[in-house]
């Protein structure tokens, strides 16, 4: 009652009485519940805003009490609140409407039934009758909203409104659109979005503004959905919202539109941007579509931002021709551009939405886009980018069938790529539509199209053309002069592709139309050729190519004769590309018109060569260069003859042609090379050697194939045997280069150069020997360690051949180059000190033979390298072969360099005194022999002397004792005079002491040192040795004695023979020697022998003439000794004589005595002695030399003797000399091999 009277004026006191009615709405009695339900309906009714603000706060906050009966008191009273004045329901009701919605769910029944009331007397004041009929939906749907959401969405959308959505609609509707949003379904979502953008025409903008904040998350959601359709209905919502409620209750959203724009993540999100704010400008009006245009095609023509922000802004022209479809109309022009710069974006993406958009721009501007679009689309199908190609033909093929009216969907695959889908209608239209030049630019662009050399662009040209064209051969002859101006500027183009397209074109050209336009299209071609363009020339020689190949062999004879001269003069152009095209026309000529493309071209080409002007040449060779490389097999038999025959070979020309010839030249090798070989012969010694030189190296360094290198080695090692010296020089150069540069692989020829190279070292010109020692070099290099072992004993196999073709000469020229023996100097190394015993031998034997052939100055570089490893080996435990072979290569290394090693003297000593001490007589042997050639650069000898002379006399084992004697001889006769007076007294001692010793080897040794030392004794030293001991001979002494004595004098004789045969001994020399030629032990004998021998000889060699007449005939009637070992050994002395001492020198005396004596001992039954007779006159006689000596002994005797030798000359010595000379045998046995 107070309520009712007092109104407004009541309102302060409500704020208390509310806690007493939410009370009463508990209330046990029915009446009392019944009041206060009037109480709250009239409270309510009364309220200003101001209490409705005052009395929700309290009412809201009873809804989180424990107490069931209060929230229900609560939400009864906020169900009252329906009552409440139609302005203050509107500002109460979404606060409210989410309360209840939330109480439905409460644990209380009483207080869900309370509730599900409320919501019911708001639905009861709904004052809509459209909504008012579906109230109980949109409570079921808010009581039930996982089942009934979708029901009341479709039944809203199925309601067509007449009248106003008032506040408590709104209040109902919107919680269940809310909901919608979050739901799974796509349809549901779809169809909140329908309904919210509708809701903005049919309610008061001031009851919709509460509920924007929960909307917009929704929508935006919606907006980037995955489903096309779910993002253009939202799109449109937000377009409608924005248009009812203006852009300043959406003040985040355009720039979150534009963010959305470019992101990153999905095309999604882009293309729901994109849609969006195309909407919402529309929302906006065309100001802000003027305003935002600008922007976003200068954005989209950049080409330094992101693909992502790229694809965005293009899809802008996607979307705003639809939402401005008459607006939009100036920005055509202007977009196309950067449409078309998208096409060719290396992102599919991109590329995708590019050809979305043009295709929007052509669906909806048609007529506009003829004249807009169709030139930029023309000139895009001769893009240089195939992907602008390929997107310009799909374009224009919309364009197209927009225009014809035709659908391009349907399939075109059909067998013949000439079956036409096209009708007359669409024909017509097109032609009505475009204007007939502009129709046959755009087919003739389309025709090249299906030649294109990207597959994508050729498949979509060809379903095109399919589908636009009725009939394609009469087509083709309607749009030929537009075809054919296209197809020259392409040929003409810079582009590679381009040609190729053009050319392609023209060959299926001809195939279509048959041959009949070949004689409208050849004479433009030859026009082309003299273009001053070289573009144009290049394409020329394309669609000649294509045209052969594309036509019949009769039609290509009936224009031959003006087809060969257009081929050759493009082979000769000056352009390089020009020529490479000419090139395959040259070969699709030549497979039409066989031989005579050959007769009709090559001839002039070749004569082209010689032309004064080099351009010419240069270019014409080069012509013939690309001639090969495509067709080497049919041009080689005929190029080969005509470049190598005489007088001058064209070596520059096979040089080039080489290099494309491949496998190809091998055939033709054997009469290249010589020819080669005859050229760089004739231009030694030229201006022009060196360019000649690099010409035939290159045809060489072409050849890889195995045929060709065993060619290339077998013709150029027989040409390095040429009697010719330049033939040789010209050969050993090209091998050398050959060896040097080739990739080829020529491992198994290695033996069979290494013989052929080293053999050459015995040559006599400077520059074959420089050559072959750089060509030895190139082939060792190329050898690993295993492969330098293994051949080891072929470079020794290659010196032992070399020795024996040097004339006269001890040193191999090769060898005596300046580090001339480096390039072997490796193999030998790696095999002394990696390879097995055998090898290890092997090479220090190689080693030797190598040295004794190399002069000192050469061997010098390689002394260390040399030394160090075999000094290795020697201080290792290998077999004695290995020892003996290492001691003998270090004594000829002593022997040849000397003093070079003298910073290994220390190592060498006391390796060769180790070496002295080995069980193996041969190892001892070997070390006495180098300790001989190391005594000679020894400055402090005595601790060497003394260390033998201590070893002889320690020594029990006589083995080891002869071989130390032999060292001590080695050293005493090269160095006796580096010993200390007071040593060579003690060594003297011993060796007397020892002169008689019993045992034969160690007695002779001893002889042997004590003759030795004779040289470097002083005279009185020397004469009371003669006498006490040389010359002191007594029948009667024991006869070892003697024959010590006997050794000992031939061995002074043979090394002192000017000290010890001096006055006052020589009567007694001769008296003794006489005794010993008479004795009747045999080796006394013989070394009475010797002792006249080497007396004889110091007397020729010093021209003491006559010699001892008492000595002569004894010595001469030796020959009639009864032992053979006497008759053979004056053989091997008259021998030796004959070979050491010079013919003018030789005692007219002996020859008359000795060589009647020597012919008798041809006579001999023992073989030995008639041997060493034969050998002995053959020296004495010279006749290995001529017969000048013959001549002059002759003369010496009496009549019967010269019968005699001539007799034996005739029939036994000019055999014998005419055989190798054998191993001259040591005279000296007190000497040990």
């Not at 302005?87 to 309370?114: F, G, R, W, Y």
């Not at 001769?382 to 033909?393: E, K, L, P, T």
């Not at 007397?992 to 045992?999: A, I």
């Amino acid at each position: 009652m107070l309520c009712t009277m007092l109104g407004r004026l009541f309102e302060p006191y409500i704020v208390h009485v509310l806690p007493h009615l939410l009370l009463c709405f508990g209330d046990g009695n029915q009446y009392v519940r019944d009041a206060t339900d009037d109480t709250a309906r009239v409270v309510m009714s009364k309220l200003s805003a101001h209490g409705v603000k005052l009395v929700l706060p309290s009412l809201l906050a009873a809804l989180e009490e424990d107490s069931w009966r209060t929230k229900t008191g609560s939400v009864e009273l906020l169900g009252a609140m329906a009552y409440c004045a139609p302005k203050q329901l509107s500002s109460c009701l979404p606060s409210i409407v989410p309360k209840l919605i939330e109480v439905l769910s409460d644990s209380h029944v009483k207080v869900q039934k309370a509730g599900a009331q409320a919501l019911k007397l708001i639905g009861s004041v709904i004052r809509n009758p459209e909504i008012q009929a579906i109230v109980p939906v949109l409570l079921e749907a808010l009581q039930d909203p996982s089942n009934r959401t979708a029901t009341c969405l479709q039944t809203l959308l199925d309601t067509q409104f007449v009248h106003f959505i008032d506040a408590p609609s709104l209040a109902l509707i919107m919680p269940v659109v809310q909901r919608a949003f979050m739901d799974r379904s796509t349809e549901t979502r779809k169809m909140a979005a329908q309904i919210i953008g509708n809701m903005y025409s049919l309610t008061d903008q001031k009851d919709l503004t509460p509920y924007l904040p929960t909307i917009i998350p929704g929508l935006k959601s919606s907006l980037l959905d995955p489903v096309p359709e779910v993002r253009s209905v939202s799109a449109r919502a937000l377009g409608a919202m924005v248009r009812g409620m203006g852009e300043s209750s959406f003040e985040n959203l355009l720039p979150w539109l534009m963010q959305t724009l470019t992101s990153e993540t999905s095309s999604v999100d882009r293309s729901g941007a994109a849609q969006g704010l195309s909407e919402v400008v529309s929302g906006l009006g065309v100001e802000k579509l003027h305003k935002l245009m600008p922007e976003i095609i200068s954005t989209a023509e950049r080409t330094d931002i992101a693909p992502h922000v790229k694809d965005g802004y293009i899809m802008m022209f996607i979307y705003m021709p639809v939402t401005f479809t008459v607006e939009f109309t100036p920005y055509i022009g202007q977009i196309i551009n950067p449409i078309l710069k998208a096409l060719a974006d290396e992102n599919e993406y991109v590329r995708d939405t590019a050809l979305k958009a043009g295709q929007r721009i052509v669906n909806l501007y048609a007529d506009k886009a003829i004249t807009l679009l169709l030139p930029e689309l023309e000139g895009g199908l001769f893009d240089d980018n195939w992907r602008i190609r390929y997107s310009s033909v799909q374009l224009l093929g919309d364009l197209l069938y927009r225009i014809s009216g035709v659908s391009g969907k349907m399939s075109t695959e059909t067998a013949d790529e000439d079956d036409n889908f096209g009708t007359e209608q669409s024909h017509q239209a097109i032609i009505d539509a475009l204007g007939g030049g502009r129709r046959n630019r755009v087919l003739a662009g389309l025709y090249m199209g299906r030649s294109d050399v990207a597959l994508m662009v050729r498949q979509a040209a060809l379903h095109v053309w399919k589908v636009v064209v009725t009939n394609t051969p009469r087509t083709l002859r309607e749009i030929l002069p537009t075809l054919f101006s296209l197809l020259l500027g392409c040929l003409a183009s810079t582009s590679y592709d381009k040609r190729q397209v053009a050319a392609r074109t023209l060959g299926d050209l001809v195939r279509k139309l048959g041959e009949r336009v070949l004689p409208e299209i050849i004479p433009i071609l030859e026009k082309g050729l003299e273009s001053n363009q070289p573009d144009q020339r290049q394409g020329v020689c394309i669609g000649l190519s294509e045209i052969m190949a594309s036509t019949s062999k009769d039609m290509v004879l009936t224009f031959v004769n003006s087809l060969v001269p257009t081929v050759r003069k493009a082979l000769c152009d000056p352009l390089p590309e020009v020529r490479q095209a000419a090139a395959k026309t040259f070969d699709s000529l030549h497979s039409t018109v066989g031989v005579r493309a050959l007769d009709d071209i090559l001839p002039a080409m070749l004569s082209q060569l010689n032309d004064p002007d080099p351009a010419v040449a240069e270019s014409t060779l080069d012509g013939l260069r690309q001639v090969m490389a495509i067709k080497s097999r049919v041009v080689l038999p005929y190029l080969v003859p005509q470049l190598i025959a005489p007088p001058r070979v064209n070596t520059k020309a096979l040089s080039i042609l080489a290099s494309v010839a491949g496998e190809a030249l091998t055939k033709y090798l054997h009469k290249i090379l010589p020819a080669l070989l005859a050229a760089l012969s004739a231009s030694l010694g030229t201006p022009r050697e060196a360019q000649e030189l690099e010409y035939c190296q290159a045809v060489v360094l072409s050849v890889s194939d195995e045929v060709g290198v065993r060619t290339v080695m077998d013709n150029l090692m027989d040409s390095t045997k040429s009697d010719n010296v330049d033939v040789r020089r010209s050969s050993i150069t090209l091998l050398c280069a050959f060896c040097r540069h080739t990739h080829a692989d020529y491992s198994q020829y290695v033996p069979q150069l290494l013989r052929g190279l080293i053999h050459l070292f015995t040559d006599s010109n400077k520059e074959v020997l420089q050559m072959a020692w750089e060509a030895l070099n190139a082939v060792t290099k190329t050898l690993d360690s295993n492969q330098q072992t293994a051949h080891v004993g072929d470079i020794r196999q290659a010196v032992r051949f070399a020795v024996s073709d040097l004339k006269g000469q001890d040193l191999l020229p090769g060898f005596c180059l300046p580090k001339g023996i480096t390039p072997i100097l490796p193999l030998f190394r790696e095999a002394i000190l990696n390879g097995l015993p055998e090898v290890k031998e092997q090479a220090a034997q190689g080693l030797g033979e190598v040295i004794r052939l190399t002069s000192a100055e050469a061997l010098q570089p390689s002394v260390v390298q040399i030394t160090g490893p075999l000094i290795r080996i020697l201080g290792d435990r290998f077999n004695w072969n290995v020892k003996a072979a290492v001691l003998e290569t270090l004594a000829l290394l002593l022997a040849k360099v000397g003093v070079m090693l003298k910073q290994f003297l220390p190592q060498l000593q006391t390796t060769f005194l180790k070496a002295l001490n080995d069980s193996n007589r041969q190892v001892r042997i070997k070390a006495a022999n180098a300790l001989s050639h190391l005594i000679v650069i020894h400055t402090k000898a005595d601790p060497l002397f003394m260390e033998l002379h201590t070893g002889v006399r320690a020594a029990d084992d006589p083995a080891i004792r002869e071989t130390m004697l032999q060292a001590l001889r080695g050293v005493i006769s090269p160095a006796g005079d580096k010993m200390t007076e007071s040593l060579r007294k003690s060594v003297y001692v011993t060796l007397t002491n020892m002169l008689g010793y019993s045992e034969d080897a160690t007695r002779a040794a001893v002889a042997g040192c004590l003759g030795a030392l004779c040289r470097w004794l002083s005279p009185e030293q020397l004469n009371a040795t003669l006498s006490d001991h040389l010359l002191a001979d007594d029948v009667t002494l024991d006869w070892t004695l003697r024959h010590g004595r006997s050794s000992a004098l031939s061995v002074a004789l043979k090394e002192a023979g000017k000290q010890v045969y001096a006055d006052p001994n020589k009567e007694k020399i001769c008296r003794v020697l006489l005794a010993y030629l008479m004795a009747d032990r045999v080796p006394i004998a013989m070394n009475g022998v010797r002792g006249c021998g080497y007396l004889f000889q110091h007397l020729m060699l010093t021209g003491q003439l006559p010699l001892p007449q008492q000595l002569l005939t004894p010595f001469v009637r030796t020959m009639n000794h009864s032992s053979n070992e006497v008759k053979q050994i004056l053989a091997r002395v008259c021998c030796v004589l004959g070979k050491t001492v010079p013919p003018q020198q030789m005692a007219p005396e002996l020859l008359k005595l000795v060589i009647p004596m020597l012919v008798n001992g041809t006579k001999e039954k023992n073989s030995y002695v008639k041997a060493n007779s034969e050998f002995a006159l053959v020296a004495v006689l010279r006749l290995r030399f001529g017969d000048e000596m013959t001549q002059r002994c002759l003369n010496l005797l009496d009549i019967g003797a010269r019968e005699s030798l001539s007799d034996v000359i005739t029939k036994v010595l000019r055999k014998v000399a005419n055989q190798p000379e054998g191993k001259d045998e040591e005279l000296d046995d007190t000497l040990i091999t």
